[in-house]
């Protein structure tokens, strides 16, 4: 008898643990502050995704109005992120989709880190974009076709990564870019000769083993030979 | 026959014995007695002058020689160490010292308890291990020692205790697996690990105990499958193992405990589908087998399972939707917990059925459609999240009916309409919800009649027209959240009766007026923002009654008048009131807020001077007083504020040298002195400021050389020093601001040549200007390698000799201006896409845009003989002439025929404007005031008149043209 009380005293304090567990959850506050600050919600998930041993992201403080004052964060007139300056930081980890949400971006500087994995596609979203500074990291991958929605870029630097796959055809129609560097890497295929890319020289692509040429325009398919 | 007795007494005594009786242990508990703190005096009947077996607490056998059998001291507040002598009483069948403070350890010597049957010390401070000696104690059935600070492992001796019915180990520090002897306790009917560290697979063997009823080892570190074996526990009731590292499936042969009515699962790392065969388990009431990550549908049917009152799946990868014969008729679920997996498909009607519910939470999935109106047969649901899913429609009316509401969570969802007037029946609603949705529409003063709502919050959302004026009512709000919204109308006075208030956020609207004097009520306020808003007039003086404020935003309003009432409450952390129209002078007593961290008071119309109180705040991280009026110097207590990361002075009429002991705000990132009149030298001190990413400084009246230190500041990012006084050469280490994307020396006295080491500054790219200088020698080659360079100013300096080839490479270069120096030689090539006024002012440059190098003079590398140069003139002079007669002669034609119509300005006048204003931008002329901005320039005439006389109207022309004839 004795025992059976026991185990139902043992049950009841068992239920009680549970029914805590259950109890609903008052709205979750990371969520509460992201939803509170949508374009730091993007910045702040970078700070979330990447490794920051010099704590160049300390004052990222998400409970705050917006992220201008943030240090490496430049913001315009209506408090909207216009530059990201992360070169040289030592920061590891990957880029985050989110990223995408910065409409008024014009700088996005991110180079000389040890960033890994591939570039966002929604990346391509950043319409006000001028400057793409990947450069010196370790991106794999390809590089996106949506970046041919970038129709403001004028430098793209994504020169010494590990990126793969071919130079996207798409990226001809990018008008105003004046600087394309994609040296060092692992790209394939035939290099784009139609649009801005036939004033970049040989400079732009060099350091890519598989890379074979200029494409041949006319009759011949640009596009011979296994390239994956 | 007594002396006997007595004599035996005394040896044992002295040998330790392996009997006992009466009077050993009177004498055993006396001098336990003496060992242990009894502040309620529980041991005051404890005397040699009564007998033992009238003790407190005592139990004796009904021999005559009347042994301790029993000692129960439970809940009596003792506290000191468990004294050795208990282990003494050999008699001893039940010994109870749980509820207390005592501490010490398990001595082995309670090894010699060979009679003991319970043993319960669960509930105090005991440390150590438990001694393997348990182990002899072969007649316990009930050993209850959790709850303590034990630690060690479980002796693997426990298996010896195979009378043990009941082990309780939980709430200790237990390492080490579970022992696979427990498999031996045969008789064991409940057992208790709960809350320990321990880790390893729950043992095979565990099926041995075929008696267990009460299986909990819940959040330890148990790791590896949950053993099949578990399934022959026929008896068991009760199964938590939850919050630990199990893994793989759940086993099918859980199905075989069919007394099983609580299994909870929670916590682990369990994958797979959920076990078709837990629907076997009839007379389950609760299942937690949330934070696991199963996959598959939901395939538990409450049809089966008809005493299930509690099922919780939460935070899973489960997909597909709810079973559509899920609830039975006779449903007694009160809790269904389905939160954090991939559902989807829409709001499952069939759950309608389960009209027992109480708690609803679907929340972060992917349901999506409407939200319907037969909501309301959820007759006594209290608690209903959709929150985080793609619902659309409106909310129903409905969901009035469901009396007994008490929270209401939608938010983030694409819900849309008004807030349905029924909400005001929902008498018991205490937090409703809505933010991050499309709704609109006013906000129903029928709300104002729940007034049991503690939290509200619609941001978000586009919610118009007035806050109600009886949000008064609502006396237990907490939390009021409104951001974002299109409201409009002044904040209702009577918001100042919620005096439950802690959070008000109703920034982000279009609210205006003054702020009601009512306001005084809100006295445990402590979150206040307003920001984005059109709110005016002075404050009232009566917020100085809210003491607990911590956090004000009344920023982009237009407040005026001082700032004073909101510096009553001595812990503020943020105070921000930029971009007003307050005026007056910052109240010392802002010091007593020794927490605050930011203080934002820029562009407003403040005066008089930074008090030196400030020096006070310590936790200082932003202090933002730039655009205003503040003059006199700087107080140099600011130097205490060692925290300091922001500090903004600019554009005030601050005076004095700038101050030294700026180098000691080591955390400094951004500093702005610019447009004050600062004077004296730039402090050597600075460059301890390693930290800094932004350095302004510009338009001030600096003067003297840049400290070579300024190369310490390996961070820099910007730096502008322009419009000042400062002279001598630019220091070469400036080198080593590596990280520098934006340098503007403009408008100074520099002089000596441009230091090759800029060239090493390869991140430059936002502007390189050296303008308006005295800088002199050749431009080095070395700045062909800020390849990221995009403007690059030179001009107005006294720079000569030829252009380095490499300038050829700044092919990012968008702007340049190299005029008004004294450069010569040929333009790189690159160079042909600048206009013109790039390098005016320049006599010997030549190429494209400028005039070729054959014609420069001394230049010539293929003269002409003098008559070839005359028959080119004369040719060219002929060809003109010729040209120019036929121009004129269809000119005046033309002329003729449209004499009377009047003349209007040609599309390519307009064109040559829009040329010209952008030229505009990169030829410089004299600005009188040199605030903050760069090339800030008028058209200079004389620099381009070719231009200015284009802009003519085209009849002008013609006249001209005229008159030549």
Redesign the interface.
């Known amino acids: 008898m004795a025992?059976r009380t026991?185990?139902q005293v043992?049950?009841a304090a068992?239920?009680v643990?549970?029914l805590n567990?259950?109890a609903?959850t008052n709205?979750n506050v990371e969520g509460r502050l992201a939803?509170?600050f949508p374009l730091g919600d993007a910045l702040y998930a970078l700070r979330r995704s990447v490794k920051d041993p010099d704590n160049v992201l300390e004052?990222w403080d998400p409970t705050l109005?917006d992220p201008c004052?943030w240090?490496?964060v430049t913001c315009d007139g209506d408090n909207r992120v216009t530059r990201l300056?992360l070169?040289?930081a030592k920061l590891s980890g990957s880029l985050v989709p989110e990223l995408g949400k910065l409409e008024r971006l014009q700088?996005l500087?991110l180079y000389m880190n040890n960033l890994v994995g591939s570039i966002p596609e929604e990346v391509g979203g950043l319409k006000s974009l001028v400057?793409l500074?990947l450069y010196h990291n370790n991106l794999t991958g390809a590089i996106p076709d949506s970046l041919s929605k970038l129709s403001n870029l004028?430098?793209l630097r994504l020169n010494t990564n590990r990126l793969t796959g071919r130079i996207p055809r798409q990226l001809t129609k990018l008008r105003n870019l004046?600087?394309l560097d994609v040296s060092n890497n692992d790209l394939c295929g035939t290099i784009p000769t139609l649009g801005s890319f036939s004033k970049f020289s040989e400079e732009s692509f060099r350091n890519n083993p598989r890379l074979e040429g200029p494409e041949l325009m006319g009759f011949v398919r640009y596009d011979t030979g296994r390239c994956t | 026959m007594f002396h006997f007795i007595l004599l035996f007494t005394v040896l044992d005594a002295l040998l330790a014995v392996t009997w006992g009786d009466s009077s050993t242990d009177s004498y055993w508990l006396l001098r336990s007695k003496s060992k242990l703190v009894d502040p309620e005096g529980v041991l005051e009947s404890w005397s040699p002058r009564a007998h033992i077996c009238s003790w407190n607490g005592v139990t004796c056998s009904d021999h005559e020689e009347a042994y301790v059998t029993g000692l129960n001291l439970s809940a009596s507040r003792l506290s000191g160490s468990i004294p050795l002598e208990f282990w003494n009483l050999i008699s001893l069948q039940i010994l109870d010292l749980s509820l207390n403070f005592l501490g010490g350890s398990i001595s082995p010597e309670i090894g010699h308890l060979q009679n003991l049957r319970t043993l319960l010390l669960y509930s105090n401070n005991i440390s150590g291990k438990i001694p393997p000696e348990v182990g002899l104690l072969k007649k316990l059935q009930?050993l209850r020692v959790g709850d303590n600070m034990l630690s060690g492992e479980i002796p693997a001796s426990i298996g010896n205790l195979t009378e043990l019915?009941?082990l309780?180990l939980a709430y200790c520090g237990l390492n080490g697996s579970i022992p696979a002897e427990i498999g031996n306790l045969k008789n064991l009917?409940?057992l208790?690990l709960q809350q320990n560290s321990l880790s390893g697979p729950i043992p095979t063997e565990i099926h041995g105990c075929k008696e267990l009823?009460?299986f909990?080892a819940?959040n330890n570190k148990l790791d590896g499958e949950i053993t099949t074996s578990i399934g022959k526990l026929k008896l068991l009731?009760?199964l938590?193992l939850?919050n630990n590292s199990l893994s793989g499936l759940i086993p099918t042969e859980i199905s075989h405990l069919t007394n099983l009515y609580?299994l909870?699962l929670?916590g682990n790392r369990l994958n797979g589908e959920i076990p078709l065969e837990l629907n076997n388990l009839f007379e389950l009431q609760?299942l937690?087998l949330s934070s696991n990550n199963l996959s598959g549908s939901i395939n538990l049917f409450n049809i089966q399972l008809q005493y299930l009152q509690?099922l919780?799946l939460s935070d899973n990868a489960l997909t597909g939707s709810i079973p559509r014969n899920f609830c039975s008729k006779n449903s007694k679920l009160q809790?269904l917990?389905l939160a954090e997996n991939k559902l989807s498909g829409g709001f499952p009607l069939q759950l309608l059925n389960c009209s027992s519910l109480q708690?609803l939470?679907l929340s972060n999935n992917n349901f999506e459609g409407e939200i319907p109106p037969s909501i309301d047969k959820f007759e006594k649901l209290t608690?209903l999240?959709l929150?985080n899913n793609s619902f659309i429609g409106i909310i129903p009316p409905e969901i009035g009916n469901i009396s007994n509401l008490e929270?209401l969570?939608l938010?983030?969802n694409m819900i849309t309409g008004s807030i349905p007037v029924e909400i005001g029946r929902l008498q018991s609603l205490s937090t409703l919800?809505l933010?991050?949705s499309l709704m609109s529409g006013n906000i129903p003063i029928e709300l104002t009649n729940c007034t049991s709502l503690t939290a509200i919050?619609f941001?978000?959302n586009h919610f118009s027209g007035s806050i109600p004026e009886t949000i008064g009512k609502l006396k237990n709000l907490v939390l009021l959240q409104l951001?974002q919204n299109d409201l409009s109308g002044p904040i209702p006075p009577s918001l100042g009766y919620c005096k439950k208030l802690q959070q008000l956020a109703l920034?982000d609207n279009k609210l205006s007026g003054v702020l009601p004097s009512t306001f005084r009520f809100l006295s445990q306020l402590s979150t206040m923002?307003l920001?984005n808003n059109s709110f005016q007039g002075p404050l009232p003086q009566s917020l100085s009654f809210l003491r607990k404020l911590k956090i004000i935003?009344f920023s982009h309003n237009k407040f005026s008048g001082t700032i004073f009432p909101l510096t009553a409450s001595n812990s503020l952390t943020a105070l921000?009131l930029t971009n007003n129209s307050f005026s007056g002078t910052i109240p010392a007593r802002l010091a007593v807020s020794k927490n605050l961290r930011r203080l934002r008071l820029a562009n407003n119309h403040l005066t008089g001077n930074i008090p030196s109180e400030l020096g006070l705040l310590t936790e200082l991280t932003?202090l933002d007083l730039s655009f205003n009026l503040f003059t006199g110097e700087v107080p140099s207590q600011l130097s205490s504020c060692r925290k300091l990361?922001?500090l903004l002075l600019n554009n005030n009429q601050f005076t004095g040298r700038m101050p030294s002991w700026l180098g000691s705000l080591q955390e400094l990132?951004?500093l702005d002195l610019s447009s004050n009149n600062f004077h004296g030298h730039m402090p050597a001190e600075l460059g301890n400021c390693s930290r800094l990413?932004k350095l302004s400084l510009h338009t001030n009246n600096l003067s003297g050389d840049i400290p070579k230190e300024i190369g310490e500041l390996t961070s820099l990012?910007v730096l502008n020093l322009q419009t000042n006084n400062l002279s001598g050469s630019i220091p070469p280490t400036i080198q080593q601001c590596?990280?520098l994307?934006e340098l503007r020396l403009s408008q100074n006295f520099f002089t000596g040549p441009i230091p090759s080491e800029i060239g090493r500054l390869t991140?430059l790219?936002v502007i390189l200007d050296l303008s308006r200088n005295l800088l002199s020698g050749e431009i080095p080659s070395s700045l062909g390698n800020l390849l990221?360079l995009e403007r690059l100013n030179l001009s107005s300096n006294r720079l000569k000799g030829e252009l380095p080839a490499s300038l050829g490479k700044l092919?990012?270069l968008?702007m340049l201006n190299l005029s008004n120096n004294h450069l010569q030689g040929e333009l790189p090539s690159a160079f042909s896409k600048f206009p013109l006024s790039s390098f005016l002012g320049n006599d010997k440059l030549c190429g494209p845009p400028l005039s070729s190098c054959m014609d420069s003079a001394g230049h010539e590398k293929n003269r002409l003989s003098k008559t070839a140069v005359v028959c080119i003139i004369v040719a060219i002079v002929f060809t003109s002439t010729v040209l120019c007669s036929v121009m004129i002669y269809i000119m005046l034609r033309i002329w003729c025929n449209w004499r009377k119509v009047s003349i209007s300005n040609s599309s390519e006048g307009a064109k040559d404007e829009q040329f010209k204003r952008e030229e505009e931008k990169w030829i410089y002329g004299e600005t009188k005031k040199r605030k903050g901005g760069y090339w800030r320039v008028i058209n200079s005439m004389a620099l381009v008149p070719s231009l200015s006389q284009d802009h003519v109207s085209s009849s002008c022309i013609f006249h001209v043209k005229m008159d030549t004839k």
Request: glycine content about 4%; hydrophobic content about 35%.
């Open positions: 025992i026991l185990v043992a049950a068992v239920v643990i549970l567990t259950l609903p709205a939803r509170n004052s109005v004052t240090f490496h300056d070169g040289n700088y500087e400057s500074d004028k430098f004046k600087i | 009930v019915r009941v309780g009917a409940s208790d009823q009460n909990a819940s009731q009760i938590n939850a609580y909870n929670l609760e937690d509690v919780v809790q917990f708690q939470d608690d999240l929150n929270n969570y938010f983030d919800y933010y991050d919050d941001f978000g951001r920034a923002t920001y935003n921000d932003f990361q922001h990132g951004e990413l990012n590596e990280k994307y991140e790219q990221k092919t990012s968008d």
